[in-house]
């Protein structure tokens, strides 16, 4: 099974937004409902963010969005904040009770 | 207020099998739909599912890892063991352990995350 493919980076200015990609198969990604998408500060354990595509959890801001197209899903951070600056992971149920993580993508608020 | 904590050795020696207790509170393994999963992260790499146990005694794994793991609870003790045998340096990683909620975040989504504890495998 394949690490889904993320961009290493991505970049915005405060009050920008900056979207990141998750990119898998039809077997993973495409095939399910069940992408999860999560924060992860230097030195600090993940968290979750988005979870079945676009659902966020309680207490996550609404400026955090996600949405699938195909085999591709994508996190939205709108109204960059220093805050936001942190690697974020995308994750998908691969089938066969097997999942699989993104190789993460550092954003960078400029 | 859910709270994991991963426990173990944080040095192992090649070959060697290793044993990681997950020890937590404020939930039950027992309640329908709850799950403990483990996940890994080798320095500055990517995260990488391990295996998860339901309440229900179902356990999942790792195609990849499946012959070196086994995920057991206890729920009397509000823990879940993984061991890992046959360490080897590409082993070196943190281990965390995760809450999931099958009926409430969906299939393989970690909501709480314990702090993680540093396994390095080295003679």
């Known amino acids: 099974q394949s690490a889904l493919t993320q961009p290493p980076s991505a970049s915005g200015s405060p009050g920008q937004s900056v979207t990141i990609s998750c990119t898998g198969t039809?077997?993973?990604?495409?095939?399910?409902?069940?992408v999860s998408w999560y924060q992860q500060h230097p030195g600090k354990a993940p968290k979750l963010m988005i979870y079945?595509?676009?659902k966020r959890p309680s207490g996550v801001p609404d400026r955090f969005s996600g949405s699938k197209s195909g085999n591709t899903a994508s996190l939205t951070v709108s109204g960059l904040q220093a805050e936001d600056e942190a690697d974020y992971y995308c994750s998908s149920y691969a089938g066969n009770n097997n999942s699989v993580f993104g190789t993460g993508t550092k954003v960078t608020v400029l | 207020q859910i709270t994991l904590k991963e426990s173990g050795p944080t040095l192992v020696k090649p070959t060697q099998t290793l044993t990681l207790t997950c020890t937590f509170s404020?939930?039950?393994?027992?309640?329908?739909?709850?799950?403990v999963g483990w996940i890994r992260q080798p320095p500055g790499k990517a995260l990488e599912w391990l295996a998860l146990i339901y309440w229900d005694d179902d356990k999942r794994y790792s195609p990849s890892l499946k012959s070196r793991l086994t995920i057991t609870k206890d729920t009397s003790k509000n823990q879940v063991v993984l061991t890992m045998t046959n360490m080897d340096p590409v082993d070196t990683a943190t281990y965390y352990c995760?809450?999931?909620?099958?009926?409430?975040?969906?299939?393989?989504?970690?909501?709480?995350w314990g702090q993680g504890t540093m396994v390095t495998v080295s003679s």
């Open positions: 039809s077997s993973d990604v495409g095939g399910y409902n069940y």
């Open positions: 079945e595509v676009s």
């Open positions: 995760a809450h999931s909620g099958l009926l409430w975040f969906g299939a393989f989504a970690f909501d709480i």
């Open positions: 404020g939930f039950s393994l027992s309640t329908s739909g709850v799950g």
